[in-house]
């Protein structure tokens, strides 16, 4: 054997850091090459790696001592994956910064969005912004419902939300959510009668006052003369009773004559009219003037009537008459001057004069008989064919003085006339106590294209116009005169004759100018020339 018992035990030290592996040794009597005496090596790879070195952050025991960065400072960094600073998940306690996509502040609850993160302000958009788990505390906006959709929201239902939600606003003012037109400001107009019509009185408030509409519910907000009597308003009819129906500053004043009274000229040169007024005791009075001079053969005088078919009968007071001429009462079969017809007139003198036509246009008999001033009460009744006339000076206790028998058609004009004595002179009957009893009105023929008599009787002239009340210029529907000569003439309402114009074929609208007019009520008349029927409407300008 060879050096037994004296051979020495060396390390290799594959790094030259003077420190040997304990795992590679080899035996010698002297100090090999690469090797070193000592074992104390655990990385004889890295020169760096040695007993004494010192310790750095790198995961390794740099100075074998067996431990792995000891001595060192560790922190816990957390991934950051948007760069706010604040990381999320379990976090990795190093000894080293790792870089860029990590923090040392942990908490971030969305690590997608740098905008979210712990400490930042709290925005309305439904998100947990500050990442303390609750979403949009502290910056919600209450709204309130509006149900009537009158821009008011109800106090006692809301909602919180970022934004104006639908059928929400952000005032809770409104006083009933269920009414558009009961909200903060409004404007309400007394119209204690419900006609329409206000006086111009108003109240500001939320709820409804009782006997009060908005300004859009009513026909006029003002002009209201009788607030306690919806009968009483503008555009009433003017009725004989002491009030102004009618709300124009008059009581009782004249008005043109409207339905279900015409009136109209009866043969050529009457230039007659007729109006309405009140006489004392709240009666009714027709006024009707005319010209002219009636032939045998043919009547001219004004005539205020109406189309009765059947046996029926007039009865008429002649409050007052002017002018020289005569006031009567008629049953005619046209408004032609030569018509078939019977009247019965008085000059309230000691005569009077009872008149019939049997043929058309031929001459008509007349006979005068004895009467007296107070013989003012005329009354012509019909039977079929049969016409009786009777005078009463009380219109109770009735005086025969005549009869006679005429074939007429069914249906006549049976009123009330002026008749003036020359062309000069204007002739002004006043009648009062007028009735018509007896008859039907005719009835419209639904074949009758053109409005000429049918079988059942003349057809009764209608029309209606349209705006009303009016500025200026109104529409006239025509629909039941079309392809007829129309007059078409405008009344103030004392009677006086203010516009007239002539058409020549009626169209189904005809327009008609009334800008010159003044403020005010008028009354619109049309009258179909072929039978001399006309009919009547009120219009206000305003």
């Known amino acids: 054997m060879i050096d037994e018992g004296v051979l020495i035990t060396y390390y290799l030290d594959m790094d030259g850091d003077g420190y040997g592996n304990p795992s590679n040794t080899t035996q010698a009597c002297s100090l090999p090459m690469g090797y070193v005496t000592n074992n104390q090596d655990c990385n004889d790879n890295n020169a760096a790696i040695k007993p004494g070195a010192a310790e750095i952050c790198d995961g390794v025991d740099n100075n074998c001592n067996g431990s792995t960065d000891e001595g060192l400072t560790f922190v816990t960094y957390y991934t950051d994956g948007d760069g706010d600073g604040y990381g999320t998940g379990a976090g990795q306690s190093l000894c080293a910064d790792p870089g860029t996509g990590y923090s040392t502040q942990a908490g971030d609850c969305n690590d997608n969005n740098a905008a979210i993160k712990p400490g930042v302000a709290e925005t309305c958009d439904g998100i947990d912004n500050n990442c303390n788990g609750s979403t949009d505390e502290g910056v919600l906006i209450t709204y309130y419902r509006d149900m009537d959709g009158d821009g008011f929201g109800n106090p006692l239902n809301t909602t919180q939300a970022c934004s104006l939600p639908t059928g929400y606003v952000t005032n809770n003012q409104d006083c009933n959510d269920n009414n558009p037109l009961e909200k903060p400001g409004q404007t309400w107009y007394a119209d204690l009668d419900n006609d329409g019509y206000g006086t111009g009185a108003t109240l500001t408030q939320c709820l409804r006052p009782v006997g009060h509409k908005v300004a859009t519910e009513m026909v006029a907000t003002a002009g209201d003369c009788n607030d306690n009597n919806a009968a009483i308003k503008p555009g009433a009819a003017e009725i004989c009773d002491g009030l102004d129906n009618n709300c124009n500053g008059q009581t009782d004043e004249p008005i043109a004559v409207g339905s279900p009274w015409s009136s109209a000229n009866v043969g050529s040169g009457a230039n007659g009219g007729a109006s309405l007024a009140c006489s004392p005791g709240n009666l009714t009075t027709f006024n009707v003037s005319a010209q002219g001079y009636s032939t045998p053969t043919g009547d001219v005088t004004h005539i205020v009537y109406q189309q009765i078919c059947g046996n029926t009968s007039i ?95 069914s249906c006549l004009y049976v009123g009330m006339f002026a008749e003036s004595i020359n062309v000069n002179t204007t002739t002004t009957a006043s009648f009062t106590n007028v009735s018509i009893t007896g008859g039907n009105a005719p009835q419209v023929n639904p074949d009758n294209q053109k409005g000429v008599e049918a079988v059942t009787g003349l057809v009764q002239p209608s029309f209606s116009l349209f705006p009303n009340p009016a500025t200026g210029e109104i529409n006239l529907d025509l629909t039941n005169f079309i392809g007829q000569e129309l007059h078409v003439e405008v009344y103030g309402l004392e009677g006086k004759l203010l516009q007239s114009r002539k058409i020549a074929e009626a169209q189904p609208t005809e327009r008609l100018d009334l800008t010159a007019l003044q403020k005010g009520m008028y009354i619109v008349k049309v009258t179909d020339e072929l039978n001399r029927a006309s009919a009547t409407q009120k219009i206000v300008i305003q």
């Open 315 to 409: 009865k008429v007071r002649v409050a007052a008459l002017s002018g020289g001429g005569w006031a009567g009462i008629t049953m005619r079969e046209s408004l032609a001057g030569g018509s078939r017809m019977v009247a019965l007139k008085t000059q309230l003198a000691n005569t009077g004069i009872r008149e019939a036509r049997s043929a058309t246009n031929g001459p008509k008999q007349t006979q005068i008989f004895p009467a007296t001033l107070l013989h003012e009460w005329l009354l012509i009744t019909r039977s079929g064919n049969t016409f009786q006339y009777f005078i009463s000076t009380d219109g109770a206790n009735w005086q025969p003085v005549g009869t006679v028998n005429i074939t007429m058609g």
